[in-house]
C-alpha cells in the first residue's frame, strides 16, 4: 500500500465470513464479471459489441453485471452527447488493474485446457469428508 | 506451451459459449473454489482445518468443491494408511499454478478493499442497456 491515499488502507480479509471483500469477490469472479472484465481490457465498448464478444450472455445479465461492475467502482458509462445517443462502457483504473489480474487467469486456463481435461478424472471416493 | 506433452496444446476460448474452459472457469472462480484453492497454497490441510480457515463454508459445500477441484486435477486427496485414518487434501502441480493466479487476485482484492468501498456508488442509471 504505497501510494494510496490515507483512509484508503483498510485491508480485507477474503477467509472472514463478513468481510466486505467477499462481496466483490463473488462480483469479480461471477461468471460473466470475469468475462466482462477481460472483454473491457481490451479498450472501451458499447453494449452491443460486449454482447457480441461474451458468447451466451443475455441482455438482462450483460446490463446486470454491468451495473454491478460500475456500483463496485471498476466500469464507467460513459454517454456520449451525439444523436444518435452513444453509450460506452470503459475500465475505471481500479478495474483496469482487477481486468489484468482475470487476464492472466482466463489466458492461463484456455493455454492449459488440454492439459485440465487430461488430468479430468472421477473423484477417489464419494461425497465424504475425512 | 513450452514443456507440455503433445496433444495438451489445445487451446480454449472463454469467450465462446460451448468451450469446455468455460466449465473449469466456473469451477475455479466459484465462490468457495477460490477460497479452497488459495488455501491450499499454503500447503497440504486435512478437512478440518480448511472448514475452519474458510469462515462460513459448510461441509457440504466443502466436500461438494473438494470433489469439483479433484476432479478438474487441481488436488489430491491422500489418505494416510495410519490408525486413525488421515487424510490430507493437496494441490497438484496444475493446482499450484491456478492456485498462484487466484492468490495474486485475492491478495490484490485484500489490499484495495478499502479503495473499492471509497468508489462505491449508485449507477449512473437505471438496469438498461444503450
Not at 13 to 33: I, Q, Y
Not at 36 to 63: H, N, P, T, Y
Not at 90 to 119: C, F, H, Q, Y
Request: charge should be positive.
Amino acid at each position: 500500500m504505497n501510494d494510496t491515499p490515507p483512509g484508503h488502507a483498510l485491508r480485507g480479509d477474503l477467509f472472514s465470513e463478513s468481510c466486505p471483500s467477499r462481496e466483490v469477490l463473488k462480483h469479480v469472479t461471477s461468471r460473466w464479471g470475469v468475462l466482462l472484465l477481460v472483454a473491457l481490457g481490451d479498450g472501451a465498448q458499447r453494449f452491443g459489441e460486449l454482447r457480441r464478444k461474451v458468447g451466451g450472455i443475455s441482455e438482462k445479465m450483460l446490463a446486470q453485471t454491468l451495473v454491478w461492475l460500475e456500483q463496485d467502482g471498476f466500469v464507467l458509462r460513459i454517454a456520449h452527447p451525439v444523436a444518435p445517443p452513444r453509450v460506452e462502457y470503459r475500465l475505471t483504473p481500479l478495474g483496469e488493474e482487477v481486468s489484468r489480474r482475470l487476464k492472466d487467469l482466463a489466458l492461463w486456463i484456455e493455454e492449459n485446457l488440454g492439459a485440465m481435461l487430461a488430468a479430468r478424472r472421477p473423484p477417489s471416493h464419494a461425497l465424504q469428508g475425512s
